[in-house]
C-alpha cells in the first residue's frame, strides 16, 4: 500500500525525514514518535503534500505528488486546527466531498451520515468558530472519510478530547481499519495500541523501528530498564538491590535515591517494596521501568545504536 524507498526530505538545511525505507501493506499502522520527530513531515509526502528532496515515494503503486487519482483515494485529517471558522461542520465536510468529486446532493447524503456517525449532534449546524476544540476534531475526522477513502490517514486524531469523547472516536477509527487501511501518527503508545495497529517508530526522521506492536516490546524488553527507590535508607536497600540476581548495576543519585537496572523491573519493584517494609525503611517513590513513550524511544535509540546493556 505504502512504500518509501531511502527517501529524504530537506527543507533548507533542516532533514524533515532522513534516508527512510519502509514497505507497508494493507491493514492499520501506528506512527509513533515525539514531537519533532518528522511524523508530519512522512504523512505529507504519503498524502502528497510533499515531494521527496530525495528517493521515491508510492501509494497504491503510483507516486502520490500531484495526482488525483491517488489522491481521491485517501482521506486526511491534519494536526492543525480548522481555519475556516464560519461554515458550519456540514458546509465544510460537504464542501470537502465535493472536491473528491461527488455531486452536491450525494455530497450532502455523505456529510450528513458521516457526521452523524462522529457524533456531533445538533452542533453540525452551529459555526466552527463556536465549538470546543474537540469537536472541531469531530469535524475533521468526519472530513476524512466522509468520501469513503481506501487510506485514512490521521496526524494526532485525538487530540483535544475528553476521555469519553477519545474512547468514542478510537473505537469508530478501529471499526474503519477492519475493512480499509490506517495510519495514524502519534506521540501516544496507548492510542496506537488502542487501534491494535502495527507501529512504525520514528525519531530525529529516520524509521528506527518498525513490526507488531508485541514484536517491538520484545524488542525493547532485551535492554535492562531502570527502577528508581527515593528512600530514608538507601544504602540498605541498595545493599539489598545488590544481593539480586536480577540487578545488572546500582548507582546513587543525591542522597535519597539509588537507580536499579534490570531486566525483571516490575518483578524487582515489588521485591524492593516487600524488603522495605519488612525493614521498617519508608519509600517515597518507587518507579518501576519506564513504560512512557520516552522511556521506550530511548531503548530504541540504545538498540539503533548497538547499545544492548
Request: with cysteine; hydrophobic share 40%; net charge neutral.
Amino acid at each position: 500500500m505504502i512504500s518509501l524507498t531511502h527517501v529524504t526530505k530537506l527543507y533548507g538545511t533542516v532533514i524533515g525525514v532522513n534516508d527512510v525505507t519502509v514497505e507497508l501493506g494493507s491493514g492499520a499502522y501506528g506512527l509513533l514518535g515525539p514531537n519533532g520527530a518528522g511524523k508530519t513531515t512522512f504523512l505529507g509526502l504519503v498524502t502528497g503534500q510533499l515531494r521527496p528532496s530525495m528517493g521515491d515515494v508510492r501509494v497504491f503503486g503510483e507516486r502520490p505528488f500531484f495526482n488525483s487519482r491517488v489522491l481521491r483515494r485517501i482521506g486526511y485529517c491534519p494536526a492543525s486546527d480548522l481555519t475556516e471558522r464560519n461554515a458550519t461542520p456540514r458546509e465544510w465536510v460537504r464542501y470537502l466531498v465535493q472536491l473528491s468529486g461527488f455531486t452536491p446532493e450525494s455530497a450532502s447524503r455523505r456529510a450528513d451520515r458521516t457526521l452523524e456517525q462522529v457524533g456531533l449532534g445538533e452542533a453540525v449546524n452551529r459555526p466552527l468558530s463556536t465549538l470546543s476544540k474537540g469537536m472541531r476534531q469531530r469535524a475533521k475526522l468526519a472530513g476524512a472519510i466522509a468520501h469513503d477513502p481506501d487510506l485514512l490517514v490521521l496526524d494526532e486524531p485525538f487530540d483535544g478530547l475528553d476521555p469519553v469523547a477519545r474512547h468514542e472516536l478510537v473505537s469508530l477509527v478501529r471499526t474503519w481499519a477492519h475493512s480499509r487501511s490506517l495510519l495514524v501518527a502519534s506521540h501516544l503508545l496507548h492510542e496506537v495500541e488502542a487501534l491494535q495497529a502495527g507501529l512504525a517508530v520514528i525519531l530525529g526522521g529516520r524509521l528506527v523501528a518498525s513490526g507488531p506492536v508485541d514484536e517491538i516490546r520484545r524488542l525493547i524488553d532485551t535492554l535492562p530498564s531502570e527502577v528508581r527507590v527515593v528512600s530514608s535508607a538507601p544504602r540498605r536497600l541498595a545493599e539489598m538491590a545488590c544481593a539480586s540476581a536480577d540487578a545488572d548495576s546500582v548507582r546513587f543519585v543525591g542522597t535519597d535515591t539509588f537507580v536499579v537496572a534490570t531486566r525483571a523491573p516490575r518483578d524487582f519493584a515489588e521485591r524492593i517494596g516487600a524488603a522495605a517494609v519488612a525493614e521498617g525503611i519508608l519509600v517515597s517513590e518507587l518507579v518501576p521501568g519506564d513504560r512512557s513513550l520516552e522511556g521506550i524511544f530511548g531503548r530504541l535509540v540504545q538498540i539503533h545504536r548497538g547499545v544492548t546493556s
